[in-house]
């Protein structure tokens, strides 16, 4: 029979508690799970890897990750299963606690997230923060004397490096915050709006801007590894949208 290069399962929603540094982040991530099967076997035994998803999650992973989780997830399988090459996906929410400008309300940001775990000899991980912002045209603030058309963007800001390799997801969705003409939050008083209108015109960028900036800041956290950027402007005065990728070694 012929090899099988992945099989196993997808979207496997379950819970996960991660303790770090006295606090305790939960999250309801959809997991995804595959590994390589030699010609002889005619197929995995997929009850093992839900068994192994289900084992692993149940801990309390204290002072760890979820990259460490989907490193715990693949030695789990190993003993149970033989493999040469696996790799585990968690999609998961990431909530940062932050201040509104201005008037200092605390509110509670969401980041898409996803951690790949890739164990083929060694282990490699791939961290990604999709965050929203805004930007504003610096064309048409030029052409208008000062006006210009506002819109909602997106950054999507990926790093694979080395397992033990300290990155922080929301050191991560900090540098997206930051590569915006504004961030975005779930409050917004009126002393904040105004703060972040003004701030948006004394910060014009194209989505060119953006994934420099954040090409830049990336290269700040002292990491080595491949870099992915892809930044996307919803269009306001057009039926398009614009987007800009840069890729890197770091």
């Not at 995995?44 to 990259?67: C, F, G, P, Y």
């Not at 002393?191 to 900036?213: G, I, Q, T, W, Y």
Request: hydrophobic share 35%.
């Amino acid at each position: 029979m012929e090899p099988i290069d992945r099989v196993g399962v997808e979207n496997v929603r379950t819970h996960l508690k991660i303790e770090r540094d006295g606090s305790t982040l939960f999250h309801l991530p959809l997991i995804d799970v595959f590994i390589d099967l030699r010609g002889d076997r005619k197929g995995i035994h997929m009850s093992r890897i839900i068994e192994t998803i289900n084992q692993v999650v149940s801990r309390k992973h204290a002072d760890k990750s979820l990259e460490q989780v989907g490193s715990d997830i693949l030695d789990g399988i190993a003993s149970r299963h033989e493999y040469v090459r696996g790799e585990v996906r968690i999609k998961t929410q990431l909530l940062v606690p932050r201040l509104t400008p201005v008037s200092k309300k605390r509110t509670y940001e969401s980041y898409e997230v996803l951690v790949k775990v890739i164990k083929d000899g060694g282990m490699r991980k791939y961290l990604q923060v999709s965050a929203i912002g805004n930007t504003l045209c610096p064309h048409s603030l030029d052409l208008t004397g000062g006006k210009s058309h506002i819109q909602r963007a997106e950054l999507v800001f990926g790093i694979e490096t080395e397992l033990g390799s300290r990155v922080e997801l929301e050191d991560m969705a900090d540098i997206c915050d930051a590569c915006f003409s504004s961030p975005t939050y779930m409050v917004v008083k009126g002393e904040d709006e105004k703060f972040l209108v003004e701030h948006m015109f004394s910060n014009p960028k194209f989505v060119e801007d953006m994934a420099r900036d954040c090409l830049n800041r990336a290269r700040g956290l002292g990491v080595s590894g491949k870099v992915t950027i892809r930044a996307k402007s919803f269009e306001s005065i057009h039926k398009h949208d614009a987007v800009c990728e840069i890729e890197r070694e770091i």
